[in-house]
């Protein structure tokens, strides 16, 4: 019995050894699984399809067995009647429903509403909802995957956030040295890890290959996701609430110098990947940093990127659950510098661009009115920034 047989591979991508490693385990899964005279049989379990490693390339007569495979598909966690039949008899009849928001969620095959079988023997145990499946594992790759992935990527994970579905396409066989191509590889890699469920799925008879809803697994996963934005900003914490308080406060003074400083210590880390550039630096920094407000501060506003409002897109909106509240619309800009002579230019095109736009037509229709809107401009130049109000 090998377990988790692919997490060297994971530890090996992130910090830029994986191909080494694949030399490494061919000859190792050679020797143990082929050229073993005294091996009958063997399980190996991990959340890379084996067929197409090319690990495995010198092994033969494999049965593979995945998440949307019907064979042993209740056998993989707890089903909703054991889970049941477990809480009755410790009494906790009662806890059903948070049980279920927790840690049901994974579906094998046709099987849905398999619970974590760890969170639960924890939960059992300690009596205590906790993040205990998420906490055992290594995200390292999962976060290295979404916090340097593209706009996309991180709008993405902004709307699975918020409850939202996404459509990918999917493919089981995917492998480690497609994730810096592929983007639709990273979600493939997310629903075989169980970070993320499928909902549904049809044929995509465009490309032929099979369309995916999906959504996050379950509570657990939500607050592993949470914990790990926060900890992007862990290293300038202080600061980076310094900025959100002047944010709130209408404060630009304090929300120049704060945003200066979380950018000088993170843009390099939203954009430390293979292809690093200056071009994507401050998307992919905003779009970070945009996730970084939708988690701390969700219990007061609704925030949102990128979206249709009067005649065109906007950057970024915080709408208020509190109407009493302020609501704000940001634009970020990188200067321009054949067409704009300074930062202050450059924040005052966005401006314009805000008014000229209407993009608070949304906030209106909503009985957002007036002062209670505030219109921030962020211009940037390599890891300076300045932000002006309208």
């Known amino acids: 019995m090998l377990d988790e047989y692919d997490t060297p591979l994971q530890e090996a991508w992130v910090y830029g050894y994986w191909y080494e490693m694949v030399e490494l385990m061919r000859g190792l899964f050679n020797s143990t699984f082929k050229a073993n005279p005294y091996l009958e049989r063997a399980v190996m379990t991990g959340i890379t399809r084996v067929s197409k490693e090319s690990i495995f390339s010198d092994l033969n007569h494999l049965t593979v067995v995945t998440s949307t495979s019907e064979m042993y598909a209740d056998c993989f966690g707890f089903t909703e009647q054991e889970v049941y039949s477990a809480l009755d008899e410790y009494g906790m009849q009662d806890r059903c429903a948070d049980v279920k928001r927790w840690y049901d969620g994974f579906t094998f095959g046709k099987c849905r509403d398999i619970y974590n079988p760890w969170s639960i023997i924890n939960y059992l145990k300690i009596g205590r909802l906790s993040t205990y499946w998420a906490n055992t594992s290594s995200n390292g790759l999962v976060d290295k995957l979404i916090r340097e992935g593209s706009a996309e990527i991180k709008m993405s994970m902004e709307n699975l956030l918020k409850g939202k579905h996404l459509y990918k396409e999917i493919d089981e066989q995917i492998i480690f040295n497609q994730l810096d191509v592929d983007e639709n590889a990273i979600w493939s890699l997310f629903l075989a890890s169980g970070y993320v469920k499928a909902e549904s799925y049809t044929l995509n008879e465009e490309t032929g290959g099979d369309l995916y809803e999906l959504a996050l697994t379950n509570k657990e996963v939500h607050v592993m996701f949470q914990k790990m934005i926060r900890k992007w900003f ?89 109407k009493m509240d302020n609501a704000a619309i940001i634009e970020f800009k990188v200067r321009d510098s054949g067409e704009e002579k300074s930062l202050e230019d450059t924040a005052d095109v966005a401006l314009r661009q805000i008014e000229e736009q209407r993009y608070e037509t949304e906030l209106e229709n909503r009985g957002i009115l007036g002062d209670q809107i505030r219109k921030y401009a962020f211009a940037f130049e390599g890891k300076e920034v300045l932000i002006k109000r309208g």
């Open 234 to 322: 862990s290293s300038t914490g202080t600061v980076y609430n310094g900025f959100v308080k002047a944010l709130l406060q209408g404060d630009v003074k304090s929300m120049n110098a704060y945003i200066n400083r979380v950018a000088l210590a993170t843009f390099s880390y939203f954009d430390s990947g293979r292809n690093p550039s200056m071009e994507t630096q401050p998307e992919r920094f905003y779009h970070g940093f945009v996730l970084g407000l939708a988690v701390e501060l969700a219990d007061r506003y609704i925030i949102t990127s990128n979206r249709e409002s009067g005649f065109g897109r906007y950057d970024v909106m915080m709408e208020p659950k509190n």
